[in-house]
């Protein structure tokens, strides 16, 4: 929450990062910090009390937030590949076609996609029978362990999950792959001086997508696989890649870097101008 927070309070601020990049990845930080916080409070609490219970309806609230922001960051992550992708391919072209009102239109068509996606996956939940065990073996409610407890034939959940998860990840992922080849390509048929600048960005780009997108596809490829490797994944995607997220834009951006160093020296500054008050 802290790292993304920067990131997101350091865009604002810098007016040198107002342009469409900064802007996506704003949007990203405040989905992670919403794909960290969806599930993990009450997963410390329970650990902390012992008291390890969830109601229907808390449980049916979990998967739909927790879908609505992985499908967001999905198509938010296909957006920032697209931008890469024209800035590099098409630079002539960059400022016609990420516009200001590109970048929201994507931002919206990001946070509808998550709204439908969720609801999908929602819907087909409620619609399940469950007459038996309510014991959840997760960490948090998602459709592969809930399924688990439905009255229904586990292979047809399984092949749903599958068509309406486990593919779209897959694909999106194979179209984002697809893209990054072709950007570094790209670059290094045309090297210069920013040459390594761009390298960079686009390698933490990548890096970011393949932490989200590798445990998604496992988990939803395969929704009937060991639960303990489905553990152990789920709580990669949802709260280590968020933390990391922070960490790879920062690290590896020279851009955030200064910006947030100008920003802890102007708030230095600041509390040495502010004068003290004797009582």
Known sequence: MVGNSLIVITVIVDSHLHFPMYFLLTNLSIIDM??????????????????????????????????????TEIILLMAMSFDRYIAICKPLHYASIISPQMCVALVVVSWVVGVMHSMSQVIFALTLPFCGPNEVDSFFCDLPVVF????????????????????????????????????????????????????????????????????????YMWPLSSFLIDKILSVF??????????????????????????????LLNANKATPLHCF
């Open 34 to 71: 919403s794909l960290a916080s969806f599930a993990t409070p009450k997963m410390i609490t329970d650990y902390l009390s012992g008291h390890r219970t969830i109601s229907f309806d808390g449980c049916i609230t979990q998967i739909f937030f927790l879908h609505l922001f992985t499908g």
């Open 148 to 219: 688990q407890l439905a009255c229904v034939n586990t292979y047809v959940l399984g092949l749903f999950m599958i068509s309406t998860s486990g593919i779209i990840a897959l694909s999106c992922f194979i179209l984002l792959f697809s893209s990054y080849v072709i950007v570094l390509v790209t670059i290094r048929n045309h090297a210069s001086k920013g040459t390594s600048k761009l390298l960079s960005t686009c390698t933490a780009h990548f890096v970011v997508v393949f932490m989200f997108f590798g445990p998604c596809i496992f988990i």
């Open 237 to 266: 995607y949802t709260i280590f890649t968020p933390i990391l997220n922070p960490v790879i834009y920062t690290l590896r951006n020279q851009e955030v870097k200064t910006a947030m160093r100008k920003l802890k020296n102007k």
